[in-house]
């Protein structure tokens, strides 16, 4: 079953449209925010580490911003998550955590 706002109803034109536009900014910041997460993952240098760190926040928190506005406008759809499939998957990666080596730690 999909979670789905109603759809925001906008001309269908060979040109760009509104929601052509947001979808375009949200794949840019998808984009941007792996290259600094790989860039903070190579980083040495503290005080690079911590302005891209900055600005990696501020990229998740735009397009954060810009998935909810697609999703209040009815431009982007979720799955509902099967409740067996939930538990199965639960049940997996419990028995992961007991094979860590601090497994106390993790509840």
Request: charged share 20%; net charge negative; proline share 4%.
């Amino acid at each position: 079953m999909k979670v789905q706002n109603p759809e925001t109803q906008i001309p269908k034109t060979p040109q760009m449209n509104d929601r052509d536009f947001i979808n375009d900014m949200l794949s840019t910041e998808k984009y941007m925010s792996d290259g600094y997460c790989t860039f903070l993952n190579e980083a040495s240098h503290q005080h690079l580490y911590d302005e891209i760190l900055h600005i990696f926040t501020e990229t998740k928190n735009c397009q954060r911003e810009l998935f909810n506005l697609m999703f209040k406008k009815g431009w982007y759809a979720l799955e509902q998550a099967d409740q067996q499939k939930l538990q199965q998957s639960y049940q997996q990666f419990q028995g992961y955590a007991s094979q860590f080596p601090y497994n106390n730690m993790i509840q």
